[in-house]
């Protein structure tokens, strides 16, 4: 084989975290009352755009998972392949001039020439301080001074018109799809996505995906001449590093809730229901937690991790597995201390549950303590776990970020937007100031932070059963805007119909 697939401690985690939940949803729609507070969710159309944005960095992360080593090119004398230490991606091999396409330093966004100036010796023998040529960015053009605005916006004019005809496409297998299953014509079908009249607001989803595909197709036109996002002080492509930064961030986010879930679940619901002493040493042990600094606890762990990996270095045949390994425990150690505020709710939500009637008539009819918690307390406190789950995920990126800033995070052979920010943070202090490594940093994380919350916030309408109790009053309380069909309406509703007798 010309590759040898690894698997690593992360990438396997992320197997078994897809597989769940595509279990997850293939019984919920087999479920109907399950599958209703969901399709709430897809009425949403701030969360259905946010999805989508959502799925992009999902793909992105996926394709960094799947990672393999390449064969090397001469044999044992057995005739065996010999493999690259190096440990490579999907995503890698997608995206190879972009890693591969490195400079000798610094260099501009979209820039011809190095961002520095250095000293070239010309033939007769004198010294001059210039600006060199790039390598790879912009190595096309003849005459960069005259030529390089021009190509940019040619390349970037054919990137957006490629990424417009991809989504054309998209939107008309979408549409031909959707006229088929409601079995309408085609033209009737666009009049009702642009007239909004559809139950998924199919209108936000295809205006978010034609922005995202013209910045793709604008991008890869772009990137495959030019740095786009420029370089840092090895040369290395700085869209490259945050597009291999996604993973982290998704993997802190996710494995971290896994880890976190069964703690907080556990232990709140517990300490709700059974209250008495198992509530007195469940609130001790996450009130002791708390009372400890988190930034410290996790430094201590990774330290001594750390520590750990250097001693027993012949444990590990790559650089990547030993970086993964810290990585694995990082999302441990973010998880066994970032339980305690779910917890905390889940205990006062439970504590209000079991005072509840139909609780009470359970215990009355000898109901096990399990089954009552089981089927009772659980699928009402799911949807607090379902939102903090989501909200949480942000926060979770972010605590990559600041602790790989302050020197506990990921290792540092791994691409970050945590190391990115924390290479940025001596970059920002030169003279000339490189800005452009923080900046691309600073909205890739954004727009992942970003779309988390709203999605968040749509789960949160949907699911939250107390916003949708008052919305209903709400609409119930509301005052009628045709006031002279009130009375009319009122009295036929209460005319009693058993006589015919006229006054």
Same mark, same amino acid.
């Given at each position: 084989?010309?590759?040898? &697939?690894?698997?690593?401690?992360?990438?396997?985690?992320?197997?078994?975290?897809?597989?769940?939940?595509?279990?997850?949803?293939?019984?919920?729609?087999?479920?109907?009352?399950?599958?209703?507070?969901?399709?709430?969710?897809?009425?949403?159309? %701030?969360?259905?755009?946010?999805?989508?944005?959502?799925?992009?960095?999902?793909?992105?992360?996926?394709l960094? *998972?799947?990672?393999?080593?390449?064969?090397?090119?001469?044999?044992? &004398?057995?005739?065996?392949?010999?493999?690259?230490?190096?440990?490579?991606?999907?995503?890698?091999?997608?995206?190879?001039?972009?890693?591969?396409?490195?400079?000798?330093?610094?260099?501009? &966004?979209?820039?011809?020439?190095?961002?520095?100036?250095?000293?070239?010796?010309?033939?007769?023998?004198k010294?001059?301080?210039?600006?060199?040529?790039?390598?790879?960015?912009?190595?096309?053009?003849?005459?960069?001074?005259?030529d390089h605005?021009?190509?940019?916006?040619?390349? /970037?004019?054919?990137?957006?018109?490629?990424? %417009?005809?991809?989504?054309?496409?998209?939107?008309?297998?979408?549409?031909?799809?959707?006229s088929?299953?409601?079995?309408?014509?085609?033209?009737?079908?666009?009049? *009702?996505?642009?007239?909004?009249k559809?139950?998924?607001?199919?209108?936000?989803?295809?205006?978010?995906?034609?922005?995202?595909?013209?910045?793709?197709?604008?991008? *890869?036109? $772009?990137?495959?001449?030019?740095?786009?996002?420029?370089?840092?002080?090895?040369?290395?492509?700085i869209?490259?590093?945050?597009?291999?930064s996604?993973?982290?961030?998704?993997?802190?986010?996710?494995?971290?809730?896994?880890?976190?879930?069964?703690?907080?679940?556990?232990?709140?619901?517990?300490?709700?229901?059974?209250?008495?002493?198992?509530?007195?040493?469940?609130?001790?042990?996450?009130?002791?937690?708390?009372?400890?600094?988190?930034?410290?606890?996790?430094?201590?762990?990774?330290?001594?991790?750390?520590?750990?990996?250097?001693?027993?270095?012949?444990l590990?045949?790559?650089?990547?597995?030993?970086?993964?390994?810290?990585?694995?425990?990082?999302?441990?150690?973010?998880?066994?201390?970032?339980?305690?505020?779910?917890?905390?709710?889940?205990?006062?939500?439970?504590?209000?549950?079991?005072?509840?009637?139909?609780?009470?008539?359970?215990?009355?009819?000898?109901?096990?303590?399990?089954?009552?918690?089981?089927?009772?307390?659980?699928?009402?406190? !799911?949807?607090?776990?379902?939102?903090?789950?989501?909200?949480?995920?942000?926060? $979770?990126?972010?605590?990559?970020?600041? $602790?790989?800033?302050?020197?506990?995070?990921?290792? &540092?052979?791994?691409?970050?937007?945590?190391?990115?920010?924390?290479?940025?943070?001596l970059?920002?202090?030169?003279?000339? !100031?490189?800005?452009?490594?923080?900046? /691309?940093?600073f909205?890739?994380?954004?727009?992942?932070?970003?779309?988390?919350?709203?999605?968040?916030?749509?789960?949160?309408?949907?699911?939250?059963?107390?916003?949708?109790?008052?919305?209903?009053?709400?609409?119930?309380?509301?005052?009628?805007?045709?006031?002279?069909?009130?009375? /009319?309406? $009122?009295?036929?509703?209460?005319?009693?119909?058993?006589?015919?007798?006229?006054?």
């Amino acid at each position: 084989m010309p590759f040898s &697939p690894i698997i690593l401690w992360t990438d396997a985690l992320i197997y078994l975290f897809v597989g769940i939940v595509l279990f997850l949803i293939c019984y919920v729609r087999r479920n109907e009352h399950l599958l209703t507070p969901w399709k709430r969710v897809g009425h949403s159309a %701030s969360g259905m755009s946010a999805l989508t944005v959502l799925l992009f960095f999902l793909i992105v992360g996926l394709l960094d *998972t799947i990672h393999f080593r390449p064969a090397l090119e001469h044999k044992t &004398p057995n005739g065996e392949r010999v493999y690259s230490v190096e440990v490579l991606s999907l995503l890698d091999l997608l995206v190879t001039p972009l890693r591969t396409n490195m400079e000798k330093t610094y260099s501009a &966004p979209l820039a011809t020439h190095l961002y520095a100036k250095e000293t070239i010796e010309l033939p007769d023998g004198k010294q001059i301080r210039i600006f060199a040529r790039l390598k790879y960015g912009g190595s096309h053009l003849k005459n960069p001074d005259k030529d390089h605005v021009n190509d940019i916006i040619w390349r /970037s004019a054919k990137g957006l018109m490629v990424g %417009s005809l991809v989504w054309c496409l998209l939107a008309a297998g979408l549409i031909n799809f959707l006229s088929h299953r409601h079995q309408e014509k085609f033209t009737q079908t666009i009049a *009702t996505i642009l007239q909004r009249k559809t139950e998924i607001p199919w209108y936000a989803i295809l205006i978010t995906l034609l922005i995202l595909l013209m910045i793709i197709g604008c991008g *890869t036109a $772009l990137a495959s001449h030019y740095h786009v996002l420029g370089t840092d002080k090895v040369g290395q492509d700085i869209l490259y590093q945050s597009l291999k930064s996604i993973r982290i961030a998704l993997v802190i986010g996710t494995l971290t809730t896994l880890i976190m879930l069964p703690f907080a679940l556990l232990l709140g619901i517990m300490a709700g229901y059974f209250r008495g002493w198992i509530d007195d040493v469940i609130q001790y042990t996450y009130t002791t937690l708390n009372s400890i600094p988190s930034v410290l606890l996790i430094a201590a762990a990774v330290l001594m991790m750390q520590v750990y990996i250097e001693t027993h270095s012949e444990l590990f045949e790559t650089i990547a597995a030993r970086a993964d390994l810290r990585l694995l425990f990082l999302c441990i150690i973010l998880g066994v201390t970032s339980w305690t505020s779910l917890c905390r709710l889940l205990r006062g939500e439970a504590m209000k549950l079991r005072e509840l009637e139909y609780i009470q008539a359970a215990h009355a009819f000898g109901v096990s303590h399990w089954r009552i918690i089981t089927r009772h307390i659980l699928p009402n406190v !799911m949807h607090i776990v379902l939102i903090a789950t989501v909200m949480d995920f942000s926060g $979770l990126v972010l605590a990559e970020a600041v $602790l790989s800033y302050v020197g506990v995070g990921v290792d &540092p052979s791994m691409m970050s937007f945590g190391t990115m920010i924390n290479a940025a943070r001596l970059e920002m202090a030169r003279e000339p !100031m490189v800005w452009w490594a923080l900046l /691309s940093a600073f909205i890739f994380m954004f727009t992942l932070v970003l779309s988390a919350n709203l999605f968040a916030d749509a789960v949160q309408n949907a699911l939250d059963p107390r916003r949708r109790t008052l919305k209903q009053s709400k609409r119930f309380f509301q005052k009628p805007d045709n006031k002279e069909q009130t009375p /009319s309406k $009122l009295s036929q509703a209460i005319k009693p119909t058993g006589s015919s007798h006229q006054p």
